[in-house]
């Protein structure tokens, strides 16, 4: 037996590929598109749905319920569509499960508080890499205090937001699994360490992709601002038009994979 044992158990890693339940054993392929955009904005994939710009392809399942899988048409190329639920462990299994089905190519958006206030309500942050202050990622690399994005990934992201003449910001992330944990002391702290926004899943998300080989890049938006000690919601959720454009850039980039 392999000697793994550390003083903190979140630094024990292990590098074995293989584990007890392994997604592709569990989660049959199905006929699903390579590409594929995640989002967090339940929002818009209901209008879509409504509107019959998107159809189920497959359906996951969980102890909170199903987890459907859709397909949208992209100019006639296909594009497939999930929620991976909110925090870094959902995020994972329904990341690897969708992975198992048969996608590739990820593009993910949603939205992140801003730990500068400069950065408004509505704009674009492009994740370079985030700070790993969770703990999924820790089971899927070795410790350090960040995880990149793909490169490739978020080049296919600028490419597509300068073809569209948007704006945006190229910076760090910082993923945490506290909301209600994000003192000002830590918010100074990751700004000082080049930290744009804070979200709860991207280190996980990029953490998975490294390991299972896969692209994946994320898009983010300006939403709350936590850059001083009287939090600022901005109504930073009731962005609906924003939310539906960031969805449709990130196909754009996901299909530029």
């Known amino acids: 037996m392999k000697r793994l044992r550390s003083k903190y158990p ?6 074995d590929q293989e584990a007890v339940i392994e997604p592709r054993r569990v989660i049959k392929p199905a006929d699903v598109p390579t590409h594929c955009v995640v989002t967090f904005f339940q ?6 749905q409504e509107t019959g710009q998107a159809t189920v392809i497959a359906s996951l399942s969980s102890e909170i319920g ?3 899988v859709y397909e949208l048409d ?3 190329q296909r594009v497939a569509l999930f929620h991976p639920g909110v925090g870094a462990p959902l995020a994972a299994c329904m990341l690897e499960e969708v992975i198992a089905l048969g996608c ?3 593009i993910a958006c949603g939205g992140a508080g801003v730990l500068d206030e400069a950065i408004a309500l509505g704009h674009i942050v492009v994740p370079t890499a985030a700070m790993r202050d969770e703990g999924t990622s820790y089971h899927y690399l070795p410790p350090g205090r960040e995880v990149a994005a793909c490169p490739a990934a978020v080049t296919a992201i600028e490419r597509t937001l300068k073809g569209h003449n948007i704006e945006y910001v190229l910076a760090k992330t910082w993923t945490t699994d506290a909301i209600y944990r994000e003192t000002l002391t830590k918010v100074q702290l990751r700004r000082a360490e080049g930290c744009a926004t804070v979200e709860m899943e991207a280190a996980a998300l990029f953490a998975v992709a490294q390991f299972r080989g896969v692209t994946f890049g994320q898009l983010l938006y300006g939403g709350d601002d936590v850059s001083s000690d009287e939090w600022d919601s901005r109504l930073w ?3 609906t038009s924003v939310r539906e454009k960031l969805l449709w850039l990130a196909a754009e980039a996901c299909l530029a994979l």
């Open 66 to 68: 199903t987890h459907p």
């Open 104 to 106: 590739e190519k990820f």
């Open 237 to 239: 959720d009731k962005q």
């Open 43 to 48: 929002d818009v994939i209901t209008r879509l």
């Open 10 to 15: 979140i630094l024990e890693f292990d590098p």
């Open 74 to 76: 992209m100019d006639g």
